[in-house]
């Protein structure tokens, strides 16, 4: 069951991992790519990669999938249409500091949200870590000057980065109840392909509105950024996310979602030539020790 769980965990960071680069390549196409546009371009090709890989055993599964359409519908809408969507729309008149620090709350939001929805007791251990955790990102985007984030100015941006976090949130607390003798690839396959099939027809209304030359105007370093957000944060990310969640559970899962701005700082060092700072080693202290307080092994707490 350890070793087991050490799975989980290792896919929950992997996943953070290629959402940090989302996060700031993703902030980079918003601004010449409509978000809608941007999202579709993202999910289609992942989509028919992965109906490709595992449609030939999709069908073995059409039983339990409508019985379960409900809440494979909402994880579709929730995950890989709204929390994308929104988070680019934010991000056109937002910062992604701004972004990032909506992001944060998250995990504090999820025990919240378990609480209420399926009563489950809120450990203050793990309370206690999430807040470490969301000190750890707020001092990561204040680099190091908390007082700095007085200054922070709220748009419309925001609201739009605010309305994607709390879909992701509520993302994390519902996906404890997917069908658990659906295969993680079976699941994601199903999911993508529901929201792709929900998710076309708002994408041809706001293609017919657009320049229909945008594509031939995008350049080879944004076809790159393209291809890595569709194998990357996309196909990987939801594969490793919604695996490692089913083994450590909804809540403990999400305080991983704390990872994902400080990967996205790790990436702006390696790739923008960002310099390392105190604050980069500060910040990832505190939000390994927030993760570690989070995951704690309690004897009275169902792994799910």
């Not at 701004?98 to 992001?103: D, E, H, K, V």
């Not at 025990?111 to 999430?130: C, E, H, V």
């Not at 890595?228 to 695996?243: E, R």
């Not at 089913?246 to 990967?263: D, E, H, M, Q, R």
């Amino acid at each position: 069951m350890r070793k087991k769980q050490g799975y989980g965990y290792f896919c929950l960071i992997l996943a953070t991992l290629f959402w940090g680069g989302n996060y700031l390549f993703g902030k980079i196409l918003s601004n010449d790519i409509v978000p809608i546009v941007l999202n579709y371009t993202r999910w289609l090709p992942a989509a028919f990669i992965l109906l490709f890989l595992f449609g030939k055993n999709l069908p073995t599964y059409f039983p339990l999938i409508r019985q379960n359409w409900l809440i494979l519908t909402a994880l579709a809408l929730l995950g890989i249409v709204i929390f994308p969507v929104f988070l680019y729309q934010g991000l056109q008149t937002t910062t992604a500091l701004n972004a990032s620090i909506y992001l944060a709350v998250v995990p504090i939001v999820v025990l919240f949200l378990n609480r209420l929805i399926f009563a489950d007791p809120i450990r203050p251990m793990s309370l206690f870590g999430a807040i470490t955790s969301l000190v750890g990102v707020l001092w990561l985007l204040s680099h190091g000057e908390l007082r700095r984030l007085y200054q922070l100015a709220i748009n419309q941006g925001d609201l739009w980065a605010i309305g994607s976090a709390l879909s992701w949130a509520l993302y994390c607390c519902i996906i404890r109840l997917k069908p658990v003798s659906l295969p993680n690839a079976m699941m994601l396959t199903a999911q993508v392909s529901v929201a792709m099939l929900l998710f076309t027809p708002v994408f041809i209304w706001q293609y017919l509105q657009l320049d229909h030359n945008f594509i031939s105007k995008l350049n080879s370093h944004q076809y790159w950024i393209i291809s890595y957000l569709i194998i990357g944060p996309s196909i990987l990310s939801y594969a490793l996310w919604n695996y490692g969640i089913s083994i450590v559970g909804g809540a403990k899962g999400a305080a991983f979602t704390n990872a994902t701005p400080l990967f996205a700082a790790i990436f702006g060092i390696l790739v923008l030539n960002e310099q390392l700072h105190t604050y980069h080693i500060v910040s990832a202290c505190l939000i390994v020790i927030g993760l570690w307080l989070c995951n704690r092994k309690a004897r009275d707490e169902e792994i799910i």
